[in-house]
């Protein structure tokens, strides 16, 4: 057993309202440098639609994660060692700018200097590249609120297997369904970035698992940025270097949530240690894409059993952070109440941020000029979450985003936040613990103690909740080598030494 | 200190000049007789002679000419020219003063033309003198190879520079002098290119017996065109192969959204 620890994020996204709070903080805090304009480490995607870069989850055209080939091997699908070599100055998977968007700005000084005149003046749009005059044609969330749903959520990949009476009703102005996808860097267990990069400069980073680019080593292959299967790695055009979000490490350092998790508004975000066996990481990728989500759970460790504490500390994992995953949220989430999933495991990256997947209301249809519900009338009155087969968002494109492809997973966790509900809604309306929510509860295996739990956590959480990060001893690495005052207020303010193209 | 330097040398020069002050005949022979030919018979339509030659009879103008140079038409016995003769400012004015007398009274001065050339004249190798002239043997000190600059017949497909003149019928306008002319050009550029590193006799031989030879090549006009489209016909063939993938590798993944809608 080879213990490790990993920080890990959690999206509710039951609770995201997509309104890019997050996107913003990171934008203000890390990428609003030259060369940075068009990243968004973190970003809220509108789904269905192709999010940003448009189409990321098209592996057949972006050549992104790795690929199983059921005997034993898991190899890039980006190219093989010898293919890379003779792609090493020209990577054919590469997105162009205009896959992202071309960065844009507004001409402001216009408003000020635009001599008397009969109308108003206008502060006309400009490129943030070149300067120009521009036309705005898409942007990272051209889509939000399905406003591009004849092109980009009709064109969504992950309801391409959908039935055509199922896609033709999710098109149906009455039918339309959305939700929010809030996106950062994975920081997965099998990073296929790192796996990509011909000169060694992608690293996961020991003591939390985040995985960085070392900017000093970069080489500008861009090698990551394609074999990236959730497009997480950009290219910086102005210092010819790779940069990707990096967990906030300087404020997870320093004792606080990353900026985007700290900025949210409905406080989806949760952070906390998951422990896991990195021995165990090559098996769990190669199994079946039905149980690729089972199998990366296994991976992941119960930091209350005896034995993974004493593995864990013969790795050099301390009693704080030993506490910290068993105080965890994420781990809770994920691994007690198996209420989290990892986004897209079948790109087998083995992805370490969790998502829940939202509920949604059942199909409306219009007949005779009312919109008639489908609800179920003998379940909970008026319960308009009950029916999954008939839920808005169907489950089988719940599926192919967080089980590859498995609707047994998606309903047995829509299901048990279903129950949830229904046993805080007896206890709040009826004032009770009525007889349907015993029979809720006791269907999926919760009894009334957990399902308390899960509701506090879900809706009441405080930061500290939600938050639980363990002490870095950062100072303590740093005192071994160097006068801590010498080095006070340098981690992570620009650079310590700045990136210099071709080196 | 660069500049130091050479004003010093141009002093050491002017000295040495004043030194050596040489008779009219010497200063002939380095100076004019490889143009105008040893005893000055010059050469026709091309170089003016100045034996017989009514213009230079007086000294004055035949000064004139050494310090000013001359070029533009000009009409001897008969013989129309069209050349142009540099300027000889490296000349003292003593010296140019002899040179002129020495010319104006008809080369009188003139000894017998050296006999040591015409014995030592060994035979040219036109073989080795093509090598030398196409640079693929190198000059004994170190000059360019005349490719650089000129074309001449039968140097190859694609003919030779295009910066000095074509020197494909330079046999027939030099006659024998031609080796001398290689040896000791009085061109303006030539000179400059070769002062330091000049060639040997042998190698003057060599190369005016290859240049004698003629043989049948392309002008320099026409390899020139041979040249581009050599170049374009590179072109088209590398175009055409890269032409099957290009398209597809162009298109955005947007760009495939809007054409599918």
């Known amino acids: ?503 | 200190m660069r500049m130091q330097r050479s004003w010093l040398l141009a002093l050491l020069l002017m000295l040495l000049g004043l030194a050596t002050a040489q008779s009219g005949a010497a200063l002939y022979g380095n100076n004019c007789a490889a143009c105008h030919g040893a005893s000055g018979e010059g050469v026709p339509g091309v170089f003016p002679p100045l034996k017989g030659n009514p213009n230079v009879e007086d000294p004055a103008y035949v000064a004139k000419v050494i310090r000013e140079g001359k070029s533009g038409p000009l009409e001897v016995n008969g013989q129309t020219y069209n050349g142009a003769m540099p300027p000889f400012p490296q000349l003292s004015d003593a010296e140019v003063e002899a040179l002129a007398r020495y010319i104006a009274a008809g080369l009188s001065e003139a000894p017998a033309p050296k006999p040591a050339p015409k014995a030592a004249k060994p035979k040219g190798d036109p073989v080795r003198g093509r090598a030398l002239f196409l640079g693929e043997q190198r000059f004994q000190n170190g000059g360019s190879p005349c490719v650089a600059c000129h074309t001449a017949k039968s140097v190859g497909a694609l003919g030779g520079g295009a910066l000095g003149p074509d020197l494909s019928d330079v046999a027939q306008r030099f006659g024998s002098a031609l080796p001398g002319v290689i040896k000791q050009p009085g061109f303006k550029v030539m000179r400059v290119i070769y002062r330091d590193k000049p060639l040997t006799d042998q190698e003057a031989q060599d190369v005016a017996a290859f240049l004698a030879e003629g043989g049948s090549g392309p002008s320099v006009a026409t390899a020139g065109s041979r040249l581009l489209g050599l170049g374009f016909l590179g072109f088209l063939v590398l175009f055409l192969g890269m032409f099957p993938f290009w398209p597809r590798q162009r298109e955005t993944y947007l760009q495939r959204l809007r054409r599918r809608k």
């Open chain 1, 1 to 503: 057993m080879n213990v490790r620890a990993q920080m890990s994020m959690l999206f509710h996204l039951d609770k995201c309202i997509g309104c890019h709070t997050c996107s913003v903080a990171c934008k203000n805090l890390w990428t609003d440098r030259k060369g940075t304009e068009y990243m968004w480490w973190n970003n809220v995607e509108t789904r269905p639609g192709t999010g940003y870069p448009v189409g990321w989850e098209d592996q057949s055209h972006y050549q992104g994660g790795w690929v199983y080939d059921g005997r034993g091997e898991l190899k890039l699908r980006l190219h093989s060692k010898a293919q890379g070599l003779t792609r090493l100055f020209f990577n054919p998977a590469l997105p162009d700018l205009e896959d992202y968007y071309e960065p844009f700005t507004f001409r402001y000084g216009d408003l000020f200097s635009a001599p008397a005149g009969d109308d108003q003046p206008t502060a006309i749009p400009i490129s943030m590249i070149t300067g120009e005059p521009m036309n705005i044609e898409s942007g990272p969330n051209w889509d939000d609120d399905l406003g591009g749903s004849n092109i980009y959520a009709k064109n969504d990949p992950n309801s391409q297997d959908l039935p055509d009476s199922v896609r033709a009703q999710l098109e149906e102005i009455e039918g339309v369904v959305f939700n929010y996808l809030p996106r950062i860097c994975n920081h997965c267990l099998n990073p296929s970035c790192v796996a990509a990069c011909p000169t060694g400069a992608i690293y996961k980073r020991g003591e939390d698992g985040v995985v960085l680019v070392n900017e000093n080593k970069c080489k500008a292959w861009r090698m990551c940025i394609s074999a990236c299967p959730y497009k997480k790695v950009y290219y910086n055009w102005s210092t010819g270097k790779s940069e990707k979000c990096i967990l906030c490490f300087p404020r997870l350092e320093t004792g606080q949530a990353p900026a985007c998790a700290h900025s949210c508004v409905g406080r989806i975000r949760y952070m906390g240690v998951l422990l896991y066996d990195a021995d165990r990481i090559p098996d769990a990728a190669m199994v079946p894409d039905e149980a690729l989500v089972e199998s990366q759970l296994d991976v992941i460790l119960d930091p209350f059993d005896p034995e993974v504490i004493a593995a864990a500390k013969k790795n050099g994992i301390s009693d704080d952070w030993i506490k910290a995953a068993q105080n965890s949220p994420v781990y809770k989430f994920v691994k007690v109440w198996r209420l989290a999933l990892p986004l897209h495991p079948e790109f087998r990256t083995m992805a370490m941020m969790f998502y829940i997947p939202p509920l949604s209301p059942v199909m409306g249809v219009m007949e005779n000029n009312t919109l008639n519900l489908a609800v179920d009338a003998r379940g909970p009155e008026f319960e308009l979450f009950a029916d999954l087969s008939k839920a808005r968002l169907p489950v089988k494109y719940l599926a192919n985003l967080f089980s590859a492809g498995n609707e047994k997973i998606i309903e047995d966790v829509l299901r048990k936040m279903l129950a949830v509900r229904i046993f805080k809604r007896a206890e709040t309306v009826d004032g009770a613990f009525t007889d349907e929510a015993k029979s809720a509860l006791s269907e999926v295996g919760l009894d009334p103690e957990t399902a308390e739990e899960i509701y506090r956590l879900t809706t009441l959480p405080t930061l500290e909740d939600r938050f639980v990060i363990p002490p870095y001893h950062r100072e303590a690495s740093i005192e071994a080598w160097k006068d801590p005052l010498e080095h006070k207020g340098l981690t992570g303010v620009g650079y310590i030494q700045p990136p210099v193209r071709g080196e």
